[in-house]
């Protein structure tokens, strides 16, 4: 059977065809094989943590210099990773190991150009806590110290409480971490930290700043200047130097200390615990002397509407010195009960941080501020007073509608 030139010539074609198909297969599936890899090795290199070591890879520190390892006995730094999420509260409790972790050291210091590098030491008992995510985050913990000796802390495993008064956070390339040794003390296990000081904003930019340290005591600076004026004036015309004007001045007098207690108070707030307890003490003493006052107002006006004889401008040492013996006496028992109970038996946090107390006005804990406890002590008696002044202000006003008119005084009574 003979096969023609024509046939030999198309299977030729045809055969042509299917290898350039063929190459043209094989060719797109090595560039998506290509692609792959190179997506597969961008991925490593982003999840893989970038480290900084202060020192080489071999060296430590020792007094505030690279040494090597093998020098001081040591074995090098190996960097210890946190196993809590960085949104935990508890971070640093437990650590992951460094085999674990994908990571890569970059030895060095960190350049913080315009900001200032800063050490920070962490070890068994000190007030801060360094703490590396898997990420290459470095965060900074402040820390709260538990009341007691240290042989009780390193007896209960224990050299921190959870609580942290604040924490900073330190991306890659703003921190190095290194092993650090004493030469007095070598059997301490340390870190150091050389870090780039975090930026500080304006503090004008802060809503809270503004409002709580200009706004409020400008506003306070405002109210003083107008008790102080109503305080003169009532002390210095012979016409208002009754004994009525004699509380209205006193009752000044305590308002105008509490608005100074406050102002104190805001600027005294991270000084010290004895500075702010007693601002907080004079600020909740002069507010409850301001309502006994009212008070003993209340009484008098009742009780001269109450009274046949009636008298404008009574002038009487004796009484004031009788009310001024009501006020002040109930005014420190009171305030003297609310110290009491704040120090010795508010016992909310088990004896352990006593002096920390949440106070009413803001969400965190403020050092020496008086508790919910002592503030109920001095409250409870300013809320007695508004109900027996409520109860006097309603008495007097039906004794007013039922009074005659004869006599020019009860006249101006009734129609002032």
Not at 86 to 95: L, R
Request: aromatic share 12%; proline share 4%; charged share 15%.
């Amino acid at each position: 059977m003979r096969i023609s030139s024509r046939s030999l010539n198309g299977g030729r074609v045809l055969l042509r065809l299917a290898f350039a198909v063929l190459a043209v297969h094989l060719r797109a599936c090595a560039a998506g094989l290509q692609q792959n890899a190179a997506a597969v090795a961008e991925n490593a290199a982003a999840t893989t943590a970038v480290v900084h070591k202060c020192c080489g890879r071999d060296e430590i520190v020792v007094v505030n210099r690279c040494r090597s390892a093998n020098e001081t006995g040591t074995a090098p730094w190996t960097p210890e990773f946190s196993a809590s999420h960085e949104d935990e509260p508890a971070a640093g409790q437990n650590t992951l190991p460094a085999a674990s972790v994908s990571y890569k050291l970059a030895t060095g210091f960190p350049n913080c150009k315009t900001r200032q590098q800063w050490l920070v030491y962490h070890y068994r008992g000190s007030g801060d806590r360094l703490v590396l995510y898997p990420s290459g985050k470095l965060r900074h913990y402040v820390l709260k110290h538990q009341h007691g000796s240290s042989e009780e802390q390193q007896q209960q495993h224990q050299d921190f409480i959870v609580e942290h008064e604040r924490s900073f956070d330190y991306e890659q390339g703003f921190y190095c971490l290194d092993k650090v040794i004493d030469i007095d003390r070598p059997d301490i296990n340390a870190q150091v930290a050389v870090i780039c000081t975090p930026q500080i904003p304006s503090p004008w930019t802060d809503s809270d700043f503004v409002m709580r340290r200009i706004v409020n005591p400008i506003f306070h600076a405002i109210a003083i200047a107008c008790l102080l004026l109503v305080a003169i004036v009532h002390f210095v015309l012979p016409q208002l130097r009754d004994l009525i004007g004699n509380m209205v001045t006193t009752l000044a007098g305590c308002m105008i200390v509490a608005r100074i207690a406050n102002i104190v108070r805001i600027f005294v707030e991270y000084n010290g615990p004895v500075s702010y307890l007693t601002a907080d003490a004079f600020l909740y003493t002069s507010t409850l002397g301001s309502f006994f006052w009212l008070n003993a107002m209340g009484y008098y006006i009742w009780r001269t509407f109450k009274s046949r004889n009636v008298f404008l401008r009574i002038t009487d040492g004796r009484k004031y010195c009788y009310y001024s013996l009501y006020v002040w006496g109930c005014t420190l028992t009171m305030g003297g009960m609310a110290l009491f109970a704040h120090l010795i038996l508010d016992s909310r946090h088990n004896n352990v941080n006593r002096n920390y107390s949440s106070h009413p006005s803001t969400t965190t804990s403020i050092e020496g501020a008086i508790g919910w406890l002592g503030i109920a002590v001095i409250f409870v008696p300013v809320i007695c007073t508004i109900l027996v002044n409520l109860f006097f202000y309603v008495s007097t006003k039906t004794v007013i509608k039922r009074m005659s008119t004869y006599g020019q005084i009860h006249h101006k009574m009734k129609y002032r």
